[in-house]
């Protein structure tokens, strides 16, 4: 009996220990301490020029064929550990034969019999900003500026570009890194030469950010072109690797550029053999394209292959893609959405590859014969999802090879063979899986747990909404866990809403922790992609040109028409969220139609479209001389007084992208007009608060939003 009764205590302890571990609230602390990482497989690759895939498994590498499935091991632990390597965490590949680890400092080979070790000890690896090891080349950024460092000299480091001086940026993103410039340096393709960029902005006004971290406040100026003032000027530099380590100082000169041909400078690449450099020039207008071809070796200017033009604006944000007999395709949305065309050397169009009304989201490469393209788009059905797609060279028959619900992100091997298929939707966090080109999945790697199972998480659907002019438009709806539907709930819209984003995406956790939170904490979250975001053609998101605010506040107020609609959703608590573009949103919802939110939180938004960059701001609204009215009707500080709701503002002070002087200018319209807002300035941070810190910023609008919606 005594055994019974404690049997029966274990299993009822059991059940509750289960049923309290099901019901966690998420530990937003422990999300910075990687606690709810989906998992994955270390060290996943595709050993090159094979059809084999690669792993990490307890320090070995092992090999698994795709097409036969057999398993073999590259090198494993002791190989490693007899040549003073430690344990592996992560490498990468430079031929079948060679892996490098920059955590280690080495490059090995491995010709089945022997390890061969070469140790870079004399690169700066913690500074390496580029790289190419096939052809032992680093560029190197350190306090003192950016270097080459190669094998042809011992790895001695010389200075990329001599020409400086004040207010000279070289070897960095230009351009405030827009058009999809990330780096400020491109090693050629055999690493004989390094292109780079050099930045002029002496002709820029400085803009001051205050650091008030010193014991006497200190000043550091930024330079910040306003939208209508004068930008900086920038040129391209082409370095020599192998007469400069020679001569042991920069042998370098500048590609002839002019600005006639537009200012912006992007896109730069070397033609295959190393005898050409591209570069895609952008008026200040940002609506006339050239791409052309210069001579490497002179920097003269060889001929115009391309000209876009667009009465809104064209962004040529991708590199030439090149096949083996010198043709080259080429992106474009001049027929409204995203799609690639094919074009001789000489710059002749040849045909527009593929068809239909989608964007091509990204490009993974081309088969060994060339045969076909292959890449992901997001399908004209459910642009919310991303499925993997080929097409025929020849007779441009597209081909879909991994359409199954959700978001694909393939990685394919070097032949365009197999692809190793990253598949996550809604419920399903990854599932890892090896596909052949022709669709067939050969095998299941990974079916990854969810790291949220023991969490009491609300649901999540998808789905979309018409506005207005009859677009879809498409929305992410979570609901609190176990919620009762004959209650009511207050509601939390996020928003974004700004161009080059989509917020709605079939994936797992897509809208982030944070929302998943605040289902949790009794919200029903909502979400919704208006006119203006990417992925959904040419007019969808460029339709806002010179009008910002108007069609996705527009947009947005369907969205909330719409949850008015549902039976749980109280509409006399709705609330608002919303940073930078997301800021600008949030506060030209609540002061033009006032009466609809109860509270709304934003950070770091624009408040006068004058006070942005060129670049970013000139694209979507011209110069405020060209566009005064587009530029009045945005500007939120006039229409402060409208706001009703409580308002929580929050900035970082050393925002580099949206400048202080928004919210402090905000600020001053409110005292003036009598308008209450509390605010909060993030003294030391940048655009957003990111890391571990960020949790003071989730809790400071749970605060708000429970008191303002939910009356705690």
């Known amino acids: 009996m005594k055994k019974t009764i404690f049997s029966l205590f274990w299993i009822v302890s059991i059940s509750i220990l289960s049923l309290t571990a099901q019901n966690e609230a998420i530990d937003l602390k422990a999300y910075f301490q990687r606690k709810y990482v989906v998992e994955r497989v270390d060290g996943l690759s595709w050993q090159p020029g094979t059809d084999n895939y690669a792993y990490l498994d307890d320090g070995d590498i092992k090999l698994v064929n795709a097409k036969t499935g057999k398993e073999s091991t590259f090198l494993n632990a002791k190989n490693l550990g007899e040549n003073g390597i430690k ?23 491995y010709d089945g019999k022997t ?78 030469f390094i292109a780079f960029y050099r930045m002029d902005e002496s002709m820029v006004e400085d803009y001051p950010l205050v650091n008030t971290g010193t014991p006497i406040a200190t000043v550091e100026n930024i330079k910040y072109p306003m939208a209508g003032r004068t930008s900086h000027q920038v040129k391209v530099g082409i370095f020599d690797v192998a007469k400069s380590a020679q001569s042991g100082k920069p042998v370098y000169h500048y590609i002839k550029t002019d600005l006639n041909d537009g200012e912006f400078l992007t896109n730069v690449t070397f033609s295959p053999d190393e005898k050409y450099l591209y570069i895609s020039h952008l008026n200040r207008g940002q609506n006339h394209s050239k791409l052309i071809r210069y001579d490497l070796a002179s920097g003269n200017k060889l001929n115009v292959l391309i000209e876009e033009t667009d009465n809104r604006y064209v962004e040529p944000t991708d590199r030439m893609i090149f096949l083996k007999d010198g043709r080259f395709l080429w992106f474009s949305e001049r027929d409204g959405w995203r799609h690639l065309y094919l074009y001789n050397f ?49 007779d441009g028959k597209l081909t879909r090879i991994a359409d199954a619900d959700g978001t694909h992100t393939p990685i394919f091997n070097e032949s365009k063979t197999y692809f190793i298929d990253y598949f996550t939707n809604v419920t399903t966090p990854r599932i890892i899986s090896v596909v052949n080109n022709q669709g067939k999945t050969v095998k299941e790697i990974k079916n990854c ?89 040419a007019e969808f998101e460029k339709c806002i040109h010179r009008n910002l605010g108007v069609k996705e506040v527009e947009d947005q107020m369907c969205g909330v028409e719409y949850l008015k609609t549902l039976p749980y959703v109280d509409a006399d608590r709705i609330g608002l969220d919303g940073w930078s573009y997301g800021g600008f949103m949030t506060l030209s919802l609540i002061t033009e139609h006032p009466e609809v939110f109860r509270a709304a939180s934003c950070g770091g938004p624009v408040v006068n479209w004058e006070w942005y960059e060129v670049m970013y701001g000139e694209r979507y609204m011209d110069t405020p001389q060209e566009n005064p009215d587009g530029y009045e009707h945005a500007n939120i500080i006039p229409k402060i007084k409208n706001v009703k709701c409580p308002l929580l503002v929050m900035h970082g002070c050393q925002d580099h992208t949206v400048v202080w002087q928004h919210t402090l200018e905000l600020m001053r319209q409110a005292v003036t007009d009598g308008i209450e807002i509390e605010y909060f300035p993030y003294t030391a941070y940048d655009h957003n608060v990111i890391g571990p810190e960020r949790v003071h910023l989730w809790n400071k609008l749970l605060h708000f939003h429970n008191q303002n919606l939910k009356g705690e």
């Open 346 to 394: 000489d710059g002749t169009l040849v045909k527009k590859l593929v068809d239909g009304r989608f964007d091509i989201v990204d490009f993974h490469g081309l088969d060994a014969k060339e045969q076909y393209a292959f890449f992901t788009i997001a399908p004209t059905e459910k642009p919310v999802n991303q499925i993997v797609c080929k097409v025929g060279l020849k």
């Open 87 to 109: 344990k592996l965490r992560s490498f990468g590949w430079v031929d079948a034969n060679t892996i490098y680890s920059s955590r280690d400092h080495i490059l090995l080979t």
């Open 115 to 192: 390890v061969t070790v070469k140790k870079f000890e004399d690169v700066s690896w913690d500074d390496v900003i580029d790289q190419s090891i096939k052809n032992q080349v680093f560029v190197i950024k350190n306090d003192d500026g950016v270097f080459v460092e190669s094998a042809l000299n011992g790895f001695k480091p010389i200075l990329l570009c001599p020409d400086t001086g004040k207010n000279i940026v070289f070897g960095e993103s230009v351009h405030r890194s827009e058009w999809g410039i990330d780096e400020g340096q491109y090693i050629s393709p055999k690493g004989n």
């Open 449 to 537: 747990k969810n790291p949220y199972a023991d969490c009491a998480m609300g649901t999540t659907r998808i789905f979309p909404i018409k506005n207005k002019v009859g677009d879809s438009l498409w929305c992410r709806l979570i609901t609190p866990p176990n919620m009762d539907p004959t209650k009511k709930y207050p509601c939390l819209i996020y928003v974004y809403g700004g161009p080059h984003s989509q917020l709605v995406t079939n994936s797992f956790i897509s809208g982030g922790v944070f929302l998943e939170y605040m289902a949790q904490q009794g919200y029903v979250v909502f979400t919704l992609d208006n006119r203006g975001t990417q992925n959904r053609g």
